[in-house]
């Protein structure tokens, strides 16, 4: 039986505190909100209790975030896509943000087993001074359990329409993509780090945070494979490869970390459940 789960988030600012209102229906919920860093940041885990999608199944996951409030999102393990017999396994994501909001969206990896047909979509609208910190890291097979990625696919879609389009299918056919030196050149892991922006970023803001991410990835055991740019004004984006995703997963909260402070002026305060 494939599953079609919705979860609707909405952040606001109420007396200084930021907090969360949802609705949903299906094997889809949050947590309780915490507050590790004070009111002024809401923390959530979003629970998939299935934990995993299978062919046909579908998650639509919409998040809303009013001015001035400050989301946190995140997840307790892996989203796993697993083996279909033809059928698309889907997870949607849509974000609306109000002037000055903030949030981060930061589920830990995919995973796409063999012989998956998964779709990964994010979509976001930021209004003018809305900041979002996002990634996505994917990782293909379980090569330490020795189950390669040989067969299925999975699309990728990351969107800010009309300022950034990230889309790409990676095919376990197509060995050139997946093992050649243009490619992922053998690695089974691929992360992007990003923040987006509702209005075009200070130069030395810019400036800054690409020096950041910079320095981080210079002393990183993913230097050869990882790098950081800014292909317009509203967007900055770290890209990398990875055997496994632990590196990966490293580098992103490093450099995320640092994010914090240089643009945001705010600790690294990573999640609680990171820890468990």
Known sequence: MSWHARLQLDYALEAARTVVRHQHSGPLRILQSLYPEGDAVCHNVLVHPPGGLVGGDTLDISVSVAHGAHGLITTPGATRFYRSTGDLALQRTSISMAESARLEWLPLEAISYNACQGENRVTFTLAPGAELLGWDVTAFGLPGA???????????????????????????????????????????????????????????????????????????????????????????????????????MDLMQRVRAAWRMVLWQLPATAPRIWAL
């Open 146 to 248: 020795g189950l390669p990625f040989e067969t299925g696919r999975l699309l990728q879609h990351i969107e800010m329409p009309g300022v950034w389009l990230e889309r790409g299918c990676i095919d376990a056919a197509d060995r050139l993509l997946l093992d050649g030196a243009i490619g992922m050149a053998g690695h089974r892991c691929m992360a992007s780090l990003f923040l987006a922006c509702g209005s075009s970023l200070d130069r030395s803001r810019c400036d800054a945070a690409l020096e950041a991410a910079r320095s981080i990835i210079q002393s990183h055991s993913l230097a050869a494979t990882a790098g950081v740019t800014s292909p317009n004004s509203q967007i900055i984006v770290v890209r990398a490869l990875a055997p496994v995703v632990e590196p990966a």
